[in-house]
């Protein structure tokens, strides 16, 4: 196949054609003109219009979770209208006949009309929590994405950081939501927090005095929450994800490696029109999507639950999905708690509530800097990473992935012994252990199936791709033929960055005179082992050898068909 | 930049560069891109359709209406709403999209990146600005201006923090000892049933009964739902009775219990949730928060998962009348632990 060898940004094939004759804006006439004198609009969207967008499925991700959020800003304001952020108690006497006459909060009372009396109300509150739900699943997956493919090195560390940030104040958002109907799951969940909170060592009482407004459960933490939840996180949130978004487009966005596609430049669709009616029409399809869920599958039915009253619970109560690794760390952790004189140290509250959170967002946080550390790498990078090319990096993720799966599943630790029929005791037990020896396995799996992927690749650059046809030599041998694979794949296949092995430099130089050490002996042994997965990629003469021996090797029983192919 | 480590990207496989460009189906048939055309045009036309169709519902489907179907039961307001809603929506995201994959031009064009950070030239530049600055404002040999800003803006933080302490009453001992270290329970508080609060006479209590109940007193709170609903979080008890010869009963806790009625908190020593599963048999009662499990035959030590510390018992008497009556407080707060805490008067297996 014939291919242009470089291409050009100017040259005349990429030009799209105008069509003679009016250009629609031509002169800048009425209001878009009336604007531009004002703010200079033109200036501001000339070269922006038509900025460079790559295309994959995988920058869906981030896209998800931003129109998700949209969404939640549109429902979140209809509910509004009509919750009471208030823990009065009243006696209900609405519509839904099974709860007359009970007292009960009038948040509670308020969320109830909102099922059952506001038309499209129900439809509105099922959207928004479906919603809620996709934004945590969205922003995790796409945080994966970027961690996987290496979105995250230099220039992005910052986005990085935002992006932790985000997903930070998603849980919150998302807590602080989940909290106010004041239903029983909520206020089973708030006391938790009440005890998550006491536990703090030495301000624990202060911080749930002063968060509660006094004992547990007052009556002014829902209000609270509701300031939280509808003006304090979303408006953090509006920020970053504004930040978030101006640094890609600053950055411009990251590509997949491919023929044509290098560090200097970025290949895609443009801005306008294309990029903008797929992300636009991609918007109405999460939209319409999400409305659909919220049409067919239930969710919060708040009016089964019941109002909360401090000395009710249901068995299996559980919180939503991404709170779930906090409850399991909760669940399986061993009960250690000092008491030192006239005080009491609840580390089995805070160490897996507080302390498992931090340690999350802390590891996830410093990641970017701990692999710049050790790879010593302080170059741009805008060719995203494959992630078996990244072998111990993608073992690390796929670790960290397992590592909270464990304390995911502890969570439902009881639910699993219901549906097993297994010992809880027993499965405690086994997750306390899982969650260490897990990741660990995980870690060398993954690293083992990188190597094997890696040597994958080379194995169809240098002798082809198994072509399914068996062939029988003169001499009554068989062999599977391989048919080479085309220029564009082997060049995906081969052309990323390697990292030799560094030598420790001296720590004197030559004269003797002691200087810091560029790379220290520790350094460069990490750094070896972090490489140590990365195979050689074969060299250009490798290559060639391999085909030229297997053309000999083939002659015999090449097909024409075979060699029309193997042009290349 | 620095390159104290090198990055090697070498191509055994030259660029071939970006692929030529492929025509789609609906560039090369006519055919296909009016019809193309048409499908965009009717996702775009049966909007206004839908959205109709939602007006229709919303003004003439009643909202006591529901639908079966297969098991399905909804309100049928609901869910027309939010199909006729949700298909109008996504009809709009359709079309877009097919829009742009089929009719838009797509070819793709090559944009070239420049390094985030600024030219040597530009930060040269940016950093005499600032000098320029700098020497302007006199701050260098203005060292008593620099030095006192510095201290006067973190200083306006604090009074920013102070203004928070007031969000609620300060715990100090005072504090404490007048809320999460007590409970209503008192000397000669009547123990009632939770929802009806009727009292509850030990003869009529069998053997492996569990009867979850509340002081008596909790009714005087019915005018304040708010301090009812306080008390209620601490001074939750169940009472089971258990056959006496099975069950161990430290000496100091004789005459806690009534022939093997003995009462204690409902309110789990780990974060405070409700105790509810009661084994009878085994006198195991189990949280069905995070699985923590108290052995009431054995003064309510922990047997199994994250609690720590013994659900704290309610010493229980009878009156004249054969009622089950409180014979003091609890001797320990109840619930969840705090700082402040001293944890040395909880019960302890082996203790006595
Ligand atoms: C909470 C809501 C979030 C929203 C609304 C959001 C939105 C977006 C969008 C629309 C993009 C461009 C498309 C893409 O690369 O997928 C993007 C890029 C990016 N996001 Fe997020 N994101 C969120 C969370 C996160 C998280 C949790 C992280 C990582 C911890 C993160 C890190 C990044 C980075 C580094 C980029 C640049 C990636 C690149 O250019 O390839 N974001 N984000
Ligand atoms: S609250 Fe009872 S086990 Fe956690």
Redesign the pocket.
């Known amino acids: 196949m014939a291919k242009p060898t470089t291409v050009s940004s100017d040259s005349p094939a990429l030009d799209v054609a105008t069509p003679e004759g009016k250009k629609p804006l031509a002169g800048l006439g009425g209001p878009a003109g009336w604007l531009d004198d004002r703010v200079g609009l033109a200036k501001l969207s000339k070269g922006n219009l038509r900025k460079v967008f790559p295309d994959h499925w995988s920058?869906l991700?981030?896209?998800i979770?931003?129109y998700s959020?949209i969404i939640l800003l549109l429902t979140g304001v209809f509910l509004t209208i009509w919750f009471k952020p208030s823990m009065a108690e009243v006696e209900y006497q609405g519509t839904y006949q099974l709860l007359r006459g009970l007292p009960m909060s009038e948040a509670y009372q308020s969320t109830l009309t909102l099922s059952f009396d506001v038309r499209g109300g129900l439809l509105v509150r099922q959207v928004h929590h479906w919603a809620a739900m996709l934004f945590v699943a969205a922003?995790t997956v796409?945080?994966l994405r970027?961690f996987f493919t290496g979105?995250?090195r230099k220039p992005?560390e910052i986005?990085?950081l935002i992006?932790?940030g985000?997903?930070s104040m998603?849980l919150i958002e998302g807590f602080a939501g989940y909290s106010l109907p004041d239903d029983l799951l909520s206020g089973t969940g708030l006391r938790f927090v009440d005890g998550l909170i006491r536990s703090i060592p030495i301000i624990g009482t202060w911080a749930e005095f002063l968060v509660f407004g006094g004992e547990f459960p007052g009556t002014i933490i829902v209000p609270r929450l509701y300031m939280v939840h509808i003006l304090l996180v979303p408006g953090l949130l509006l920020a970053l994800?504004g930040a978030?978004?101006a640094l890609?487009v600053y950055?411009k966005?990251?590509q997949y490696p491919g023929p044509g596609r290098t560090e200097k430049n970025v290949v895609g669709y443009p801005l306008f029109p294309v990029y903008m009616a797929k992300a636009g029409g991609f918007f109405f399809i999460v939209f319409g999507v999400t409305v659909l869920m919220g049409t067919f599958l239930s969710i919060n039915p708040v009016w089964k639950f019941g109002p909360y009253t401090p000395n009710q619970i249901t068995a299996g109560s559980q919180p939503d999905w991404y709170m779930g690794f906090v409850e399991g760390a909760i669940r399986i952790f061993p009960p250690i708690e000092w008491h030192l004189g006239h005080t009491t140290w609840s580390w089995q509250i805070f160490l897996p509530g507080v302390g498992m959170l931090g340690l999350l967002f802390g590891g996830?946080a410093a990641y970017p800097f701990i692999e710049a550390w050790i790879t010593g790498d302080k170059s741009e990078h805008h060719l995203l990473d494959r992630p078996r090319n990244a072998p111990t990096r993608t073992s690390f993720g796929v670790a960290g992935i397992t590592w909270y799966a464990m304390f995911w599943i502890a969570g439902g630790n009881d639910i699993l012994a219901n549906t097993f029929g297994g010992s809880l005791n027993a499965i405690t037990w086994a997750m306390r252990f899982a969650v260490w020896v897990a990741p660990v396995l995980a870690f060398i799996i993954t690293r083992r199936a990188c190597m094997s992927l890696q040597r994958n690749d080379q194995d169809r650059v240098l002798h082809g791709a198994e072509s399914g046809v068996i062939v029988r030599t003169p001499d009554g041998g068989y062999y599977e033929d391989h048919m080479p694979i085309p220029t564009d794949e082997a060049y995906t296949l081969t052309q990323h960055a390697e990292y030799p092995s560094l030598e420790p430099t001296a720590a004197v130089d030559e004269n003797g005179v002691p200087m810091p050490a560029q790379v220290t002996k520790r350094r460069a042994r990490v750094r070896d082992w972090f490489f140590r997965a990365n195979l050689a990629k074969p060299s250009a003469d490798e290559i060639a050898a391999a085909h030229s021996h297997g053309d000999e090797a083939h002659e015999v029983e090449a097909s024409d068909e075979h060699k029309a192919v193997s042009q290349h | 930049m620095s390159s104290e480590v090198e990055v090697t990207r070498s191509h055994p496989v030259p660029d071939p560069g970006i692929p030529e460009h492929v025509e789609r189906w609906v560039d090369v048939d006519p055919a296909a891109s009016r019809r193309a055309e048409r499908q965009i045009a009717a996702c775009f036309g049966a909007v206004p359709l839908l959205a109709l169709g939602f007006i229709v519902v919303y003004f003439f489907v009643p909202k006591t209406w529901a639908i079966q179907f297969a098991g399905l039961h909804a309100q049928a307001q609901n869910f027309w709403l939010g199909l006729l809603g949700g298909v109008a929506i996504l009809l709009v995201g359709i079309g877009a999209v097919q829009w742009a994959r089929l009719i838009m031009g797509d070819h793709e064009i090559s944009e070239e990146r420049h390094p985030a950070g600024s030219t040597a030239e530009d930060r040269e530049q940016a950093l005499d600005e600032v000098h320029e600055g700098i020497t302007q404002s006199d701050l260098p040999r203005r060292k008593l201006i620099s030095t006192t800003l510095k201290i006067a803006l973190p200083s306006l933080a604090l009074p920013a923090l102070v203004t928070l302490l007031d969000m609620g009453p300060w715990p100090g001992p005072g504090m404490r000892a007048a809320t999460i270290e007590t409970t209503i329970w008192a000397e000669g508080v009547h123990l009632v049933t939770d929802v009806t609060y009727r009292r509850i006479k030990a003869v009529d209590m069998v053997v492996g009964e569990l009867v979850n109940a509340a002081p008596e007193n909790i009714q005087d709170l019915n005018n304040d739902p708010a301090a009812k609903a306080a008390a209620t979080a601490k001074a939750a008890i169940i009472i089971v009775r258990m056959d006496p010869n099975t069950i161990k009963i430290p000496q100091s806790r004789k005459d806690w219990q009534v022939d093997g009625i003995l009462c204690y908190s409902k309110i789990c020593t780990h974060v405070g949730c409700p105790i509810s599963l009661w084994e009878h048999q085994t006198h195991h009662l189990l949280c069905p928060c995070h699985q923590s499990t108290f052995d009431l035959g054995n003064s309510g030590v922990v047997v199994f998962g994250p609690a720590a510390r013994s659900l704290p018992q309610l010493p229980i008497t009878t009156d004249s009348e054969g009622y089950l009556v409180a014979r003091s407080g609890f001797t320990v707060p109840v619930g969840p632990s705090y700082f402040e805490r001293d944890s040395t008067h909880d019960y302890q297996n082996g203790d006595n």
Do not use: K, Q, S
């Open positions: 920058f991700l981030g896209e979770a931003l959020f922003a796409h945080m970027i979105a995250f992005r986005n990085w992006g932790i985000l997903l998603a994800i978030h978004l890609v950055h966005h990251t996830l």
